[in-house]
């Protein structure tokens, strides 16, 4: 590892914001749309926004090395509060603002927290539910006041006091804080960040100065970010991609953050941001995609046939055709760029123009003769003249699908103007993955984690596939071991687990090799990695053959009607799976062919999802027989559970990953009776509401075998 | 506190301020044809309270509220407003006073958007009128903006910032009735009417609709009369509870003076709870 100092002493977060806002003063720094409006603070003003608030801080008493705890939704007074924090010297720990107050507790516990920012009211109430257990949390602060009157405001503040006491005071405050900026190092911590984890409590990963602004530096470098950049700040603060893509990368570029209005309104500030860069988990990409499909199979017959035609047509061209110019330099619009981007509508309207005639003509004479049948003599032909060679004839035809169908597409998504979107967290389906690259969106996969402040392989512009997960980050090294574990070592690997010695030295060892923790393998010719699954859920079936769950629970998820897949068989003699339906998609299907139900529970049970559901499972039973390795992982049985995997009643990791073994032992009957030889069960579950209370359902399911394709030549060789 | 009301203590679940009395209903008789609705009904709501009506179906709940609001004009009785005799008004007089409200079937603009059915609801404000309107642009904008922002403030207040644009009748019920308070808070009334503002909700909109009515009450001081059935929300949200059946009052009182009261008992409640 080099242990090189940036130059201009540019050592900590805040010291970047004061470059910034010397460097981009008037540039746009925050914008947050509220009352309908957005409202835009330039980096000259966040900064002062950012000093009056850690200057408040310390009228309040917040020490070197404090914790403060900073809980709520996505929001520029949020993002300041962290930075205000580290002017003071204390330490920032985002929380998930969607944690029940039992886990709020631990964190809050654990790391001994003495501040806490808190959002609003909801999040203020689960402080105070907490407090009579947790008694170190001395003053917490609020930025929403409504509701907030009646509270006891003996140790309680609203953040815009906080700031008019920093500004009130700042003649007595001015010095201590640039003195106890003046203190960071490299190395002093940034920020404290707890995994969820898929087994045991949340770890408080620490990440100092070095992690987050090298990390930041080198991935802005890989992607040529520049100060020009747009994003949508949506994903929870607590997550570490957050903080690096809304704090570090943002403040090393000094592009600007956006902050949606409400969760709910996400989309639509998404359309009217139209970012340039974005970073999503794959069920993002995914819901947007189920809405898309939904919408267009309500379409009218010819803008059906023409999406239908068009978006088949991308997948071999789009990879050709659609994609932007990868820049190396940040720049205003040329002439010239502006005069290609004119001449390429152009053309497309040209064409679309004539396409639209075209098919308007023969249209009506088809509909004239076989009235019933317009819809499928659509989709048996394409709409388009074949008047042109190849390949000419794909390059005009991508650019009438621009004007026709992809553009207006990208439009409606919010995604007309991206240079480069990252899927990470999780697998994204090649379905899902390979229709956002057809129509022209550089959607790139990565893999990282909070360990490694986020990067750990990423990929390169123009080497790009849904299979892989790229090549080592700038300044990563990975090795595999022997077992097939990953292991890496970069600037961004974190200094330690919190008051928990055990697991840093399991985790990372003397020379600071990191475990992954996930079993892969560098695939030969390209080097790009591949991982497969979890190293120790990658386990061994009855008969000694490899089980990996998690590649066969995605390839299940792939299908939209498929939200949650747990698929058992380790020390077994064959797989079986629970499957959950995906609501919106299943619903649709439903609505569409007068399938009636009144609830969840009725429609997950019904024969015909049931059927549905089969033929999807036989279908990744015959991909993954082809697969020798994978090929016992065939799932023999399943049923469809009667209610949704839910983080609150801890199924699921706060960020949607299935906790396998409490499953199992949750459902233990369900389990028991796949392996065994019933047709149907009677079960009952606990599950708990939004509020916290719990209650019990109860359901009888259908238990379904899944045709497998044999394997007996494996098995004869094994 | 204010020496020339003197207020004698009303207890209540926190230390909201009640005020002294708004508006008093002075022996109210309200027939139709033969058929009487409301005998000779007394009541008062005071200024920052959460007062509710509630009786069997038919009681005569909904005809007192337009009683309130100027739809109906009681044979007998008197209407005092802020210590005042109220003389007979027209509806959208009443509304001009301050007294908004919301109707027990929904009575919105379905192919209009959210927004603009919000705006509707500040037309009782709205100074220029349509012919200055025309002539006056510049003043006509600047009150407009003005308006908007009003609004902008209260769809934020009420969560409904997804649905700005969306046409009204394209919304589920729940969201409907929460666009219904919208357009009455619109009016920045002093007094707020809410005809059955949960029926035919499920428990999860009710808590929302629970919540945000404590919320306009605590936030803006608004007075609100609530007619509602669901005893549980009835119970927890007032501050004082007007018991009907048959037309006339047989109960008045605090939450639980009202449980407790004998006749009340009998004629509404069925069996006491608890
Ligand atoms: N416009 C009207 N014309 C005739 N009778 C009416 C009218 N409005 C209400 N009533 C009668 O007055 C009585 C009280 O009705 P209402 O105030 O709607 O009761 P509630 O709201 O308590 O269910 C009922 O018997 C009803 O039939
Ligand atoms: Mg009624």
């Known amino acids: 590892m080099t242990e090189t100092q940036p130059a201009e002493g540019l050592v900590s977060i805040p010291a970047l914001l004061a470059r910034n806002a010397r460097e981009r003063m008037d540039r746009p720094a925050y914008r947050e749309k509220e009352f309908g409006i957005w409202q835009c603070w330039t980096w000259q003003q966040a900064h002062q926004e950012v000093r009056a608030l850690a200057m408040g801080l310390l009228a309040l008493g917040l020490n070197r090395g404090d914790f403060v705890a900073i809980v709520g939704r996505n929001r520029p007074s949020m993002y300041w509060s962290m930075v205000a924090a580290q002017m003071c010297g204390a330490v920032p720990v985002p929380l998930y603002q969607d944690a029940v107050a039992e886990e709020m507790a631990y964190v809050l516990d654990h790391c001994g927290a003495r501040f806490v920012i808190c959002g609003d009211q909801e999040q203020v109430d689960k402080v105070i539910e907490v407090q009579d257990r947790i008694h170190h949390i001395e003053q917490v602060v609020y930025v929403d006041k409504r509701g907030m009157r009646k509270y006891d405001h003996s140790r309680m503040n609203a953040l815009a006091d906080v700031l008019a006491e920093g500004r009130a005071a700042h003649f007595r405050f001015e010095s201590e804080l640039d003195a106890r900026i003046a203190e960071l190092t490299y190395d002093s911590t940034c920020v404290m960040l707890y995994t969820s984890g898929t087994t045991g409590k949340p770890k408080g990963v620490v990440l100092s100065n070095r992690n987050i602004i090298e990390t930041a530096k080198a991935s802005v470098a890989f992607d040529h970010l520049g100060q020009d950049e747009e994003v949508l700040a949506y994903l929870p603060m607590a997550w570490v991609g957050d903080f690096i893509f809304s704090i570090g990368q943002a403040m090393v570029a000094g592009f600007c953050v956006n902050c949606p209005e409400s969760p709910a309104t996400m989309l639509t500030d998404l359309r009217e941001i139209g970012p340039t860069y974005l970073f999503a988990p794959p069920r993002i990409f995914e819901s947007m995609l189920t809405s898309v499909m939904i919408r267009m199979e309500d379409a009218g017959d010819l803008k059906h046939a023409l999406f239908k035609h068009f978006m088949e047509f991308a997948k071999g061209t789009g990879e050709t055709y659609g994609m932007p110019r990868y820049r190396k330099q940040q720049s205003k619009p040329t002439l010239r760029r502006r005069l290609r981007w004119a001449y390429r509508f152009a053309m497309g309207i040209g064409f679309a123009v004539e396409t639209i005639l075209e098919n308007a003509v023969r249209g009506f004479f088809v509909r004239l003769r076989h009235p019933i049948e317009a819809r499928k003599y659509f989709k048996a032909r394409g709409p388009l003249l074949n008047l042109y060679p190849q390949p000419w004839r794909d390059y005009f035809s991508y650019r009438t699908g621009e004007v026709l169908v992809y553009g207006p597409l990208k439009n409606t998504l919010g995604l007309s103007r991206i240079r480069v979107a990252y899927t990470a967290g999780e697998a994204i389906g090649p379905e899902i993955f390979e229709f956002y690259r057809s129509i022209g969106i550089n959607l790139k996969q990565l893999y990282g984690q909070t360990e490694a402040s986020v990067f750990i392989t990423q990929q390169p512009d123009g080497q790009v596939r849904s299979d892989t997960v790229g090549v080592p980050s700038p300044g990563v090294e990975v090795k595999i071991a022997d077992n097939g574990e990953v292991f890496y070592r970069s600037p961004g690997t974190f200094v330690e687990y919190y008051k928990n010695a055990d697991s840093t030295a399991s985790t990372k060892d003397s020379e600071g090799w990191v475990a992954t923790g996930d079993a892969g393998f560098f695939e030969p010719g390209t080097g790009h990695l591949r991982i497969i699954d979890r190293a120790k859920d990658v386990g061994k079936m009855a008969d000694g053959a490899l089980f990996a769950p998690k590649y066969v629970e995605n390839k299940l998820k792939f299908f939209p009607d498929i939200l949650e897949a747990v698929v058992f068989g380790a020390g077994r003699d064959r797989c079986c799976a629970f499957i959950n339906i995906d609501l919106n998609a299943v619903g649709n299907w439903a609505e569409r062919n007068a399938i009636a139900y009144s609830s969840y529970q009725e429609l997950a049970g019904h024969p015909k999802v049931y059927a549905m559901i089969r033929a999807h499972v036989e279908e990744v039973n015959r991909s993954l027989a082809a697969d020798p390795i994978l090929s016992s992982c065939q799932v023999h049985r399943f049923l469809i559970l009667h209610k949704e995997l839910d983080a609150d009643d801890g199924e699921l990791t706060r960020t949607r990953k299935v906790r396998r073994n409490i499953i199992a032992e949750k459902y233990a009957d369900l389990v028991a009776a796949l392996y065994g030889g019933a047709k149907t069960i009677a079960t009952e579950t606990e599950v708990t509401y939004e509020d916290g209370r719990k209650g019990h359902i109860r359901a009888t399911l259908t238990l379904a075998d899944a045709e497998v394709v044999p394997v007996a030549e494996r098995r004869a060789a094994a | ?274």
């Not at chain 2, 308006?147 to 019920?173: C, M, N, S, W």
Request: include cysteine; proline fraction near 4%; hydrophobic fraction near 40%.
């Open chain 2, 1 to 274: 506190m204010n020496a020339e009301t003197p207020v004698e203590a009303i207890p209540t679940a926190d230390d909201r301020k009640i005020g002294p009395v708004l508006m008093e209903m002075k022996h109210i008789t309200l027939r139709f044809g033969g058929v009487k609705a409301i005998t000779d009904i007394s009541f008062d709501i005071r200024e920052g309270e959460i007062r509710s009506i509630i009786g069997p179906n038919g009681a005569g709940k909904s005809s007192m509220l337009n009683v309130i609001s100027g739809f109906y004009v009681p044979q007998e009785g008197e209407v005092w407003f802020r210590g005042a005799r109220r003389p007979q008004m027209k509806p959208y007089q009443v509304a001009r006073q301050g007294i908004a409200r919301t109707f027990q079937n929904i009575a919105l603009f379905d192919g209009m958007s959210v927004l603009d059915n919000i705006m509707t609801g500040r037309l009782t404000l709205m100074k220029t009128g349509l012919a200055a309107q025309s002539l006056w642009w510049g003043k006509a904008q600047r009150e407009e903006t003005e308006h908007r922002e009003k609004v902008e403030k209260i769809i934020d207040f009420l969560e409904i910032q997804a649905i700005r644009k969306t046409p009204v009748g394209r919304l589920p019920y729940g969201l409907k009735k929460r666009v219904e308070l919208a357009r009455a808070l619109a009016a920045e009334p002093m007094l707020l009417l809410l005809d059955e503002p949960m029926a035919g909700m499920n428990v999860e909109e009710k808590e929302d609709m629970c919540r945000f009515i404590l919320d306009v009450n605590d936030e803006f001081g608004t007075t609100i009369c609530l007619i509602e059935h669901d005893m549980g929300v009835v119970m927890d949200l007032s501050d004082r509870v007007v018991v009907m059946d048959y037309g006339k009052k047989i109960g008045d009182g605090t939450p639980d003076e009202v449980r407790g009261n004998q006749a009340v008992i009998d004629a509404y409640l069925g069996v006491a709870h608890d």
